[in-house]
């Protein structure tokens, strides 16, 4: 059995006096449940958990977590259970097992929602216990490295995408480089080949010509210590094909124009050395400004420490340098799993998960949810992005994405204090809440008790805590208003009908619309997903309605715009604060507008003009039509926009001209499109702030007292 041979002889270099048996047991009982079961590339299946358990060998992992290795496919992919793997193996590695399993039966609607589901039980399991997550990381590396076997491209190039998505990322963030770059480099072979094969023919190239180079560089750095009295190991290390392709793309360079290829790593015995050495090399050689990162003083999330800084080093040749204590190396390699390792006769200390930020946040965004897809959007957010470091006023460090804002700092510290905060200060000074924040901002968070979330703040928070709460909050008040739109929508079709209005009624047909309860189904109808009417005719089947439901009757009661005398306005307008409902973009309705309401499936309420003709698409729903009104005032406290087509001559000044007179009679400008042009006239398409159509029938009699303006008219939609 070549593949326990291999797997003994693994861990027995780090491990001799290991139970051989346990493994050789959990060897033969993956044997025996994967008996019959194949890979793609023809391999019997039990070959895989084996060649798992060496890569987790390889790092020196402890005997719970190879065995875990071992028999991580048997729940899913055999006859064996839960109960099998603890009465054989003990609860911790059944409960390990249990975590890393895939849970390929989940019911869902896409690919995406499925790995999305899939990635909320790996993270809720990883939760528990961190080795789940290296388990998986190394059946995902195996599985890269004989990708070959399966056929079709396409899935090799999904499974590829994948990878490169969540799980390179997520080995990054614990700290497995060693995995995490050999991930890359395989992904990067089955999504972009020919990138790849460039860029080795290229380095192929480089070390051959520069071999001498690289060690007399390795040579003169460590002659250059020695005489200072620090005994440090020097290492040349090339930048892997895909971080090499990645800087190309993210920088628009050609590979000729990049200066750290090499990386050249400084290993020296304690802390106090590793500043010794970085003085006494910058004061050997010149440093690049700007390239300089202390990683010892503020590690990385995942706790990567090193000093790295750019010279211009021997032979004038600008380098970069890694300067570390040997521990920190192997903490760079193998990340969270050294904490896992086995030290030579004590048994492993589980690491506290919990002090990784990042997963505590990516559980937080779990609990918000409630999509999967959403979940798999705010991950990614929080997985990809570069780091910037920021502190609290008492000076506590925060890491947070490259571009995030004092908001997504607010909910970085406490969710409470993201749902309030009303500004901030930014090194003493008070700033946007847009703002982006830039490495050592100190910022302070001001907050109000009666603050809620906006929904603004969605459009350039950038992490996934951040935006995962605010649509939370915005779900939620969505909700009470579709509740209070849906009630006042079934209302009126009891008025309409002559029937008098009682909860009871509706709480008999809860089932046949798959509610929970009355406010159910208030919310689905405000929403627009279920009717008012069909409500109505499940309550009551055997009546027959005597309302005018054809389309030209329904048009005609709506151009004239009476309302029933029992009927009131729908609270769309000045009654419910907040409703969930927008303005129409096909004819920006005015103050002073004739208008109606469309109930728009998951949008609430959309507000035309009564002559938009967009309403023709609505004639054969009027269960869809409401009737509004502006309210009392006859106008709207706020500004909304007016839009106009307009065409005028080419000529030098006169688009100036047209801005001047709009500014002058009170409205303001929020875009312009130039729909056509010729040498003699323009034609554009102008939207304005008004306060109502008056205000914008005052404009265009401006516009059109102007000479250069040929016409001018109000868009009416279409």
Not at 9 to 20: C, G, L, N
Not at 90 to 103: E, I, Q, R, Y
Not at 430 to 453: E, F, M, W, Y
Request: net charge neutral; proline share 4%; hydrophobic share 35%.
């Amino acid at each position: 059995m070549d593949h326990l041979k291999k797997l003994e002889d693994t861990i027995a270099k780090y491990q001799p006096d290991f139970d051989r048996q346990v493994v050789k047991e959990a060897c033969n009982y993956a044997k025996e449940m994967h008996d019959g079961q194949f890979r793609s590339s023809g391999e019997p299946y039990y070959t895989h958990p084996i060649e798992v358990a060496i890569i987790l060998a390889d790092m020196n992992m402890d005997i719970t977590t190879i065995i875990t290795a071992i028999l991580h496919d048997t729940v899913e992919d055999t006859d064996a259970t839960f109960e099998d793997l603890e009465n054989k193996f003990g609860k911790t590695v059944a409960d390990l097992v249990n975590g890393v399993s895939k849970l390929t039966r989940i019911e869902s609607q896409t690919v995406e929602g499925k790995q999305a589901e899939n990635f909320r039980k790996l993270l809720l399991a990883m939760s528990e216990d961190i080795r789940v997550l290296l388990v998986k990381l190394a059946d995902r590396l195996h599985n890269m490295r004989t990708i070959s076997g399966i056929k079709k491209p396409e899935k090799r190039r999904r499974i590829s995408l994948e990878t490169l998505e969540i799980y390179a990322p997520l080995a990054e963030r614990i700290g497995v480089h060693r995995i995490k770059e050999e991930l890359e480099d395989l992904c990067f072979e089955q999504i972009n080949p020919e990138a790849r094969e460039s860029i080795t023919n290229r380095l192929s190239y480089l070390r051959k010509e520069g071999h001498d180079v690289v060690k007399a560089i390795i040579d003169e750095l460590e002659g250059v210590l020695k005489d200072s009295g620090i005994k440090a190991q020097v290492t040349g290390r090339e930048k892997t094909r895909y971080s090499i392709w990645k800087k190309m793309q993210r920088k628009k360079v050609a590979f000729e124009q990049l200066s750290d290829i090499m990386a050249f790593r400084v290993m020296v015995d304690d802390i106090e050395e590793c500043y010794v050495a970085l003085g006494i090399i910058h004061g050997k050689y010149h440093s690049v400004p700007g390239r300089f990162k202390d990683y010892i003083s503020t590690p990385k999330p995942n706790g990567y420490r090193s000093i790295h800084t750019t010279i211009m080093g021997p032979r004038r040749q600008r380098i970069e340098v890694q300067i570390r204590t040997h521990q920190m190396h192997a903490e760079a390699e193998l990340g969270v799993a050294a904490h896992w390792a086995y030290k030579g006769g004590s048994q492993p200390t589980k690491r506290d998960v919990t002090k990784y930020r990042w997963l505590r946040e990516l559980l937080e965004i779990l609990e918000q949810e409630q999509k999967p897809e959403d979940f798999w959007e705010n991950t990614k957010l929080e997985l990809f992005e570069d780091q910037v470091f920021v502190f609290t006023p008492k000076g506590d460090l925060i890491e947070l994405p490259s571009g995030a804002t004092p908001i997504d700092f607010a909910y970085a510290i406490h969710s409470d204090i993201g749902d309030r905060c009303v500004g901030a200060k930014i090194n003493g000074r008070i700033a946007p809440l847009n703002s982006r924040l830039s490495n050592g901002d100190q910022v302070d968070v001001i907050t109000a008790k009666t603050q809620n979330p906006s929904p603004t703040w969605e459009r350039f928070v950038v992490t996934g805590k951040a935006r995962s709460h605010i649509r939370k909050y915005i779900r939620n008040q969505q909700r009470d208003e579709f509740i209070i739109l849906g009630k006042a929508m079934i209302q009126k079709v009891f008025r309409q009908e002559d029937y008098e209005f009682t909860e009871k009624a509706i709480s008999g047909i809860l089932g046949q619309f798959n509610a929970e309860n009355i406010e159910d189904i208030y919310a689905k109808i405000g929403s627009g997903v279920i009717v008012a009417r069909d409500v109505f005719k499940a309550i009551f089947p055997a009546h027959k309605t005597e309302m005018a439901q054809r389309p030209s009757e329904l048009m005609d009661i709506v151009s004239k715009a009476r309302k029933p005398e029992d009927v009131g306005p729908m609270p769309i307008k000045g009654l419910i604060p907040g409703m969930a409902m927008h303005f129409a973009r096909c004819c920006h309705p005015l103050p002073g507008d004739r208008i109606v309401g469309i109930v728009t499936t998951g949008k609430g309420v959309t507000i035309h003009t009564i002559d938009c003709d967009t309403l023709e698409t609505f004639a054969d729903s009027p269960e869809r039509w409401l009737d509004v009104s502006w309210g009392d005032q006859g106008n709207s406290p706020e500004s909304q926009v007016g839009r106009l087509v307009m065409t005028f001559a080419n000529e030098t000044g006169a688009l100036g001209t047209i801005t001047t007179v709009i500014g002058k009679n009170g409205g303001n400008i929020t875009n312009l499109k130039i729909t056509n042009r010729s040498l003699e006239f323009w034609d554009i398409t102008i939207d304005i702030f008004v306060n109502d159509t008056k205000h914008l029938n005052n404009i265009i009699a401006a516009l059109r007292a102007t000479p250069c303006i040929i016409s001018v008219e109000r868009a009416r939609g279409g």
